[in-house]
């Protein structure tokens, strides 16, 4: 047996207060799993998913915010292609945040991603978001040490902003190890269809690793709160990433018992028998 999926989503979560070094976390984990014992279990997640996320579109009163992290290659766009698998295009976006252009430069760090938040009923992915204030900024020196390190407090302040009016927010650190992200970055140059997506910044983490790997461990450390806590996902293996991504998102949403409502104005006397 390998659990209940409370308890898989618990292995992966950083507990407020706790000091993160990702050096000491396995990226290559699958906690006993093996690819074919996860199929089963990936796929009822999805079913899961399916029905949760029709159920909270129909209700129209809890906000789901996933946001996900990870260097380049870390799989994001894998997961958010797993996820809406069992999600509806209606009440489901994924929103990319890249290098700030135009008016989001004229604004604070916030602004652009405030703006894309959920509404009543909606599931909202960030493939990167409000993190990279203190990551891409912080490891690329784009911003003086005393503007990215104001910053976590305002992550934290902003995150409990959205948690007390109503979304729930689970925040997803996908964590491959440098030699796996060598291997993807060569699959990637390989590969005609892949190739494209291939820059310069892709190695941008690689080549600042001791900065980079300080930025991710303050994050992880100085912004998981019981209201918005941080997952560290073992990512090596694509296949144990979508389990566990599969199973902490659904068990998040499932928390917040959500039900269809009751059609408005029904009259007593239906004339459809
Ligand atoms: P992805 O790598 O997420 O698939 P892109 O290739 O468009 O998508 O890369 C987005 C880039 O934008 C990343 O290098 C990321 O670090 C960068 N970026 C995102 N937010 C910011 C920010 N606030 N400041 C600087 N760079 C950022």
Redesign the pocket.
């Known amino acids: 047996m390998h659990g209940s999926p409370q308890r898989l989503g618990d292995a992966f979560r950083v507990a407020p207060g706790t000091s993160v070094r990702l050096a000491t976390m396995d990226p290559g984990a699958t906690l006993g799993f093996d690819k074919d014992a996860a199929r089963d279990r990936t796929a009822a997640d999805l079913d899961r998913l399916e029905v949760l996320q029709e159920t909270v579109w129909a209700e129209h009163r809890h906000r789901i915010l996933i946001v996900l992290q990870g260097i380049?290659t870390a799989g994001?766009?894998g997961a958010i292609r797993h996820l809406m698998r069992a999600f509806n295009a209606m009440g489901v976006r994924a929103v990319?945040?890249?290098?700030?252009v135009g008016p989001?430069l004229a604004h604070d760090?916030l602004w652009r991603v405030h703006a894309q938040v959920p509404g009543d009923g909606e599931i909202v992915i960030f493939?990167?978001?409000?993190y990279?204030?203190v990551?891409?900024?912080r490891?690329?020196e784009?911003v003086p040490e005393a503007t990215w390190a104001r910053r976590y407090d305002a992550i934290n302040a902003f995150e409990r902003l959205l948690a007390v009016e109503g979304t729930t927010i689970i925040k997803l650190f996908l964590h491959i190890s440098p030699a796996e992200q060598l291997e993807r970055l060569r699959a990637r140059l390989a590969d005609p269809a892949k190739r494209w997506?291939f820059?310069r910044?892709?190695l941008?983490d690689r080549e600042r690793w001791d900065v980079a790997i300080a930025a991710f461990d303050d994050a992880l450390t100085r912004c998981s709160t019981a209201e918005a806590p941080w997952y560290v996902i073992p990512s090596d293996h694509k296949w144990f990433r979508n389990l566990a991504v599969g199973t902490i998102v659904a068990d998040a949403i499932e928390a917040l018992q959500p039900a269809f409502p009751e059609p408005e104005g029904l009259p007593a006397d239906l004339p459809l028998s």
């Open positions: 380049d994001k766009d990319p945040f890249g290098v700030p989001e760090f493939n990167r978001s409000h990279e204030g990551l891409a900024e490891i690329g784009l997506k820059r910044s892709d941008r």
